[in-house]
């Protein structure tokens, strides 16, 4: 890992996403892009990975490019750990994006989480985003899930019950696990049947999720109107195939079935709460 600089940072928080398997439509990394540009592009760049040792150049290719100088240029695939300063907050965000590693996931764990000791990090955040049996016309549902069963419990997430291939998302919090570091994941569910193209209205859930769980304002920026804009567009499509319109009203009514069971009186007002702190963050 090639390290640039490393800034004084406050109780700095790690979100972390990855291109692949873990990232249906996009909206782990939409995420991380996201928060890099609501904040005018003040991150710094700490470090990246070496490229050559963890990437597979025939599946996850070098792109070329023409910069300002019309110049060509080679980039290579790596993943990047920046810093955002959030003077206006209590704490600073380390955010991490890249493709997934090809090889070597302990090698590059160990070297990920190295560093995040090295700048005393306070908890690891992995956002993820898979496919799902589920209506685009409702809200996107997000899990939040942690290895660590006594941190579950303090923050009222789920202990993952997960047993299955996993990716790299699943050996960082493993590693978290084992080095005794605070970590969690949150895993927005997509319609597999809109998979392909990228999603901003999982994004936009998962920018919520963080921004309600820190109890922080995180801007949104244009990701409601890229939301509605999304939705109309996935229901065109639904619409021009009668056995996937009929699919998605099924959907529907199930997720409107399971909702209306598990909703308490808790809930309304939790989700109350979320919604006149979202207007107040907006105005």
């Not at 291109?19 to 909206?27: F, I, P, T």
């Not at 963890?54 to 996850?60: K, L």
């Not at 939040?144 to 699943?170: C, D, K, M, Q, W």
Request: proline share 6%; glycine share 6%; with cysteine.
């Amino acid at each position: 890992m090639q390290i640039h600089q490393i800034p004084n940072l406050r109780k700095p928080v790690a979100v972390l996403a990855f291109n692949g398997w873990n990232d249906a439509g996009e909206a782990a990394t939409g995420a991380i892009s996201h928060l890099m540009g609501a904040f005018g592009s003040q991150e710094i760049l700490i470090a990246e990975t070496s490229s050559e040792e963890f990437y597979d150049y025939q599946q996850i290719r070098p792109m070329v490019f023409i910069d300002n100088s019309r110049i060509r240029q080679l980039k290579w695939p790596n993943t990047n750990i920046f810093a955002l300063p959030m003077p206006h907050l209590e704490f600073d965000f380390i955010l991490v994006k890249g493709p997934e590693p090809s090889f070597k996931w302990q090698t590059f764990t160990n070297e990920l989480l190295d560093l995040f000791e090295d700048l005393e990090v306070e908890i690891v955040v992995t956002l993820g985003a898979l496919l799902a049996d589920t209506p685009h016309t409702r809200p996107i549902s997000v899990t939040g899930t942690s290895s660590n069963a006594e941190l579950g419990a303090r923050i009222g997430f789920e202990v993952s019950r997960y047993e299955g291939p996993t990716g790299i998302l699943g050996a960082i919090q493993d590693g978290c696990q084992r080095r005794e570091i605070d970590a969690f994941s949150l895993w927005a569910a997509i319609p597999h049947y809109a998979a392909g193209s990228p999603s901003p209205k999982a994004t936009l859930a998962l920018i919520e999720e963080l921004g309600d769980y820190f109890e922080v304002p995180l801007p949104v920026g244009d990701l409601p109107e890229a939301s509605k804009a999304w939705e109309i567009a996935v229901t065109q499509l639904a619409e021009e195939d009668s056995e996937i319109s009929e699919y998605v009203k099924q959907l529907e009514a199930d997720k409107d079935d399971i909702d209306l069971e598990e909703t308490t009186g808790d809930d309304i007002a939790r989700e109350f709460e979320r919604f006149l702190r979202r207007q107040s963050d907006t105005e």
